[in-house]
């Protein structure tokens, strides 16, 4: 435990060290662009599982480094050492050694194992789907995503926003530089409190998808005929906007249909919820929001 | 004995051997055989690597410039299926036939009539499959993997896909086949399991992988072709199917199929890098059984391809901690190729380059390997350009560089003339660059958030996809070096008059003549031949 939390800190320390190399890490990496040469490494996210994955992304990541630097450098110093252009003499003897091949073969058990047990146990924690506080129904379309609050019957579909869907047309001629958050923008974002576990019920309407925002730590897959679950709970001190994209091929447009989450405090988001609730009755006309989930009602709603 | 060989070369000269197309068409010999595969790897290469610069063009800057998403979407797919089943593979396949007759004392593949049909099965599987780019809604689109139900909505190409991977499956069971029997029934009286080349061998166990798996693929994409067309249901829920038990299947082939792919460049590597450095291999059974135990590993990992399908949570476990199993023998392996060139003599020939490059740049996508087996974060990097940066890690300079190596290694014995050493040491040193500038830059897109397989992405991933792209052009052109300089090689090469052709080799192939005779151990190697050439 005590090198685990040694190795933690040196992760902490270097990766401070890359980052203060590459520029400023973004408060909210999910929002506000910066410039694309200091995205380079995966960013800790605002749950607490989003913060575990990070700290095993980078454990693990170090360890590869001190391999790395260790394994190469004794490949470097071979080639150096033993050119034969230097008059090295080959020991043609130097076939076998049980001795070393025993530690090389014991020690990176060692380290897998050392890696395996927190890999366990945050997995465990990930898995764990109980005492929730909310739960959404997320269903995959081609393309874009329905969201149903289980519990009140809000339910509403999720696009890519029309200033991305007209830019991103062949030849538009439209800078995508000019376009606010370029294909990470929705007509109408998932809307949660927060400091509330939220649980997704995910699926799929044809082919599978995948939801997935970066800061929260959430990849799950949207499969037509199962239900998948996923949950997951932003700081009390993060409320923003959180942003992420389809992670699975599902056809022409895979590549536009984001994923925005609007994380807003407890009284704002009842405050909406309400709202919605009421608006969805009195336009109990067709409005695609009100529409019953069924597997055409996307496809006339994108055209 | 030396008279008894020269004897031998001469009477293989006058060999009749038919000429013209009759050559090729009815060939049996494995040397002609074995050529046509290369050749035909070669334009696949080509192929699909020109799939791969429409790709790195459109990903140059954000917006869509060049292709509508939907014949991205093709490009990828192709790109993927021409360079594994229509590069890789038929160039592993290739320098097999070529090197383990030459290798184990035989005088040709065991079945001679299979070898030929095995090869001309595939230019009517990839001619099938190339010609789906000009039926109605275009070529293949749901990504080489064909989750199904997505790979049901192609349109006219959904058959010949299926088809052509058919026909490419018969194919490479076939040349299994040859091999194993090849293997295990014609080596050298003197040469005992444990005396063969580890080229040879990789070979025998990717034999057997092959064996093993391409029927479980046939039977994946049969059953997506029941589906489509004879009213099953095996991957459509609404009939009681289940979409995730085909990438079940499908990763049951896949897996074992990655290190077909990577296989027979451990064993290439494993017989240059002793060349090069003057020493036998250090461990030589050791690396022997981490072969062996990488290939049952591979067996049992299927499922780190599809964390995110929403498995239970023991098998999350199990499969994360067989996954990570396998860092143990592939770790084996690269300490013996180093411990290999300690205290050795060394010297930089391009296919020890070659493989010098494989050991390192192979090493990275190892590490990104074990990194993407910690289920939880791989939640991250899953379907993420991580993923894209790790498996062209692999297979670039890992396979890739593994073939090319063979083939500056070996073709000075084919063709009996040397290549050009500086232009070839260009093409080294442009692609090992430029393969960095491709790669490398995707592990910062992946961990920053740019899902793979998409025509267009936010602006913030712009800078490292401009790098990429110019990297891949530049690697994409140094790959004309290639053929020109085999081309050349053949044509004028400097004619090489020793056996050895390189002064560390040691093996069967280089106690024959350069080039090797048209028919080549028509009387098997003696046992003292084969003593000599078995370097560990």
């Known amino acids: 435990m005590m090198i685990r939390a040694k190795i933690a800190q040196l992760a902490k320390l270097a990766s401070a060290f890359v980052l203060s190399l590459a520029g400023t890490l973004p408060a909210h990496a999910a929002d506000a662009p910066v410039s694309g040469w200091s995205l380079l490494n995966m960013t800790p996210g605002v749950t607490d599982i989003s913060r575990k994955i990070y700290s095993l992304h980078m454990e693990i990541f170090w360890i590869c480094v001190v391999i790395a630097v260790i394994v190469f450098g004794a490949m470097i110093y071979s080639i150096i050492a033993f050119r034969k252009s230097k008059g090295s003499v080959p020991d043609t003897t130097l076939v076998h050694n049980t001795v070393v091949e025993l530690i090389w073969t014991a020690v990176p058990v060692a380290i897998l194992v050392f890696m395996a047990i927190p890999a366990a146990k945050t997995l465990v924690e990930i898995e764990d789907v109980t005492k929730t506080d909310l739960s959404i129904k997320v269903t995959g379309f081609q393309w874009g995503w329905q969201y149903e609050y289980l519990d009140n019957g809000v339910a509403f579909y999720s696009h890519l926003d029309r200033q991305s869907n007209t830019a991103r047309e062949l030849m538009s001629n439209i800078d995508p530089n000019s376009v606010d958050h370029y294909l990470l923008s929705v007509d109408k974002p998932l809307v949660v409190p927060v400091g509330a576990k939220v649980r997704l019920l995910i699926t799929g309407a044809d082919v599978i998808h995948s939801w997935w925002v970066p800061a929260f730590g959430v990849k799950k897959d949207a499969i037509p005929g199962f239900i998948n679950e996923a949950w997951f709970k932003v700081d009390t001190d993060k409320p923003g906007l959180y942003r992420g994209q389809c992670a699975e091929l599902c056809g022409r447009d895979h590549g536009f249909m984001p994923i925005v989450v609007d994380v807003r405090s407890k009284d704002d988001f009842e405050a909406w919820l309400k709202s919605q609730a009421t608006e969805q009755k009195q336009s109990a006309e067709p409005t695609p929001a009100a529409a019953p989930a069924s597997a055409e009602a996307p496809a006339a709603t994108q055209s | ?536």
């Open chain 2, 1 to 536: 004995m030396a008279e008894q060989h020269s004897h031998a070369a001469e009477h293989a000269d006058h060999d009749h051997k038919p000429h013209g197309w009759r050559r090729w068409v009815y060939a049996t010999n494995h040397k002609d055989i074995g050529t046509m595969y290369l050749v035909f790897a070669g334009i696949m290469f080509f192929i699909g690597g020109a799939m791969a610069m429409v790709i790195r063009a459109e990903l140059f800057k954000p917006g869509m410039q060049i292709v509508d998403p939907q014949f991205f979407n093709s490009m990828t797919t192709m790109h993927a299926l021409m360079m594994i089943f229509g590069a890789v593979m038929p160039a592993w396949t290739g320098l097999a036939n070529w090197m383990v007759p030459l290798q184990v004392g035989a005088p040709d593949m065991a079945l001679p009539r299979l070898n030929n049909f095995s090869f001309w099965i595939l230019p009517f599987a990839f001619t099938l499959l190339l010609s789906s780019l000009f039926v109605p809604g275009g070529a293949p689109a749901g990504g080489w993997t064909m989750y199904p139900p997505l790979v049901l909505q192609n349109g006219a190409s959904f058959p010949m896909l299926i088809f052509s991977i058919h026909m490419m499956g018969v194919s490479s069971i076939l040349g299994a086949i040859n091999v194993v029997v090849t293997i295990m029934n014609l080596r050298a009286p003197g040469m005992g399991l444990l005396r063969m080349p580890l080229f040879v061998w990789t070979w025998l166990i990717t034999a057997y992988l092959l064996i093993a798996v391409m029927p479980v693929l046939a039977g994946a994409v049969t059953m997506l072709l029941t589906d489509h067309f004879f009213g099953t249901t095996f991957f459509t829920a609404a009939g009681g199917g289940d979409p995730v038990m085909f990438q079940h299947i499908f990763w049951f082939f896949g897996h074992p199929e990655v290190y077909i792919l990577i296989l027979p460049a451990f064993g290439v590597v494993s017989e240059i890098i002793p060349t090069f450095s003057r020493k036998p291999l250090f461990g030589y059974e050791a690396m022997v059984y981490a072969t062996a135990s990488i290939a049952f590993l591979s067996f049992i990992v299927w499922a780190h391809h599809m964390f995110t399908v929403g498995m239970p949570l023991a098998a999350e476990l199990f499969f994360m901690l067989s996954t990570m199993l396998i860092a143990i023998p592939t770790g084996v392996k690269v300490f013996n190729w180093t411990t290999t060139m300690y205290k050795g003599s060394i010297t930089f020939e391009p296919p020890m380059l070659f493989a010098l490059a494989f050991l390192f740049l192979f090493t990275i996508g190892g590490f990104s390997g074990l990194m993407l087996a910690i289920v939880p974060a791989d939640y991250q990097y899953q379907d993420t350009y991580f993923v894209v940066a790790h498996f062209h890690y692999v297979l670039v300079p890992g396979a890739i560089f593994g073939i090319m190596g063979g083939v500056y290694y070996w073709l000075p014995k084919w063709v009996g003339r040397m290549y050009d050493m500086s232009l070839a040491k260009w093409h080294f040193w442009l692609s090992t660059i430029f393969v960095n500038v491709l790669f490398f830059p995707q592990h910062f897109l992946g961990l920053a958030g740019m899902p793979r397989r998409i025509p267009d992405y936010a602006v913030q991933f712009t800078d490292w996809n401009m790098v990429s792209s110019i990297g891949g052009f530049g690697f994409g052109l140094s790959q004309l070096l290639f053929p020109y300089l085999i081309w050349k090689c053949v044509k004028s090469g400097q004619p090489v008059t020793s056996n050895k052709v390189w002064e560390g080799a040691h093996g069967l192939e280089w106690e024959l003549p350069s080039p090797a005779p048209y028919h080549s151990w028509t009387d098997p190697p003696s046992d003292a031949v084969v003593a000599r050439g078995a370097f560990h």
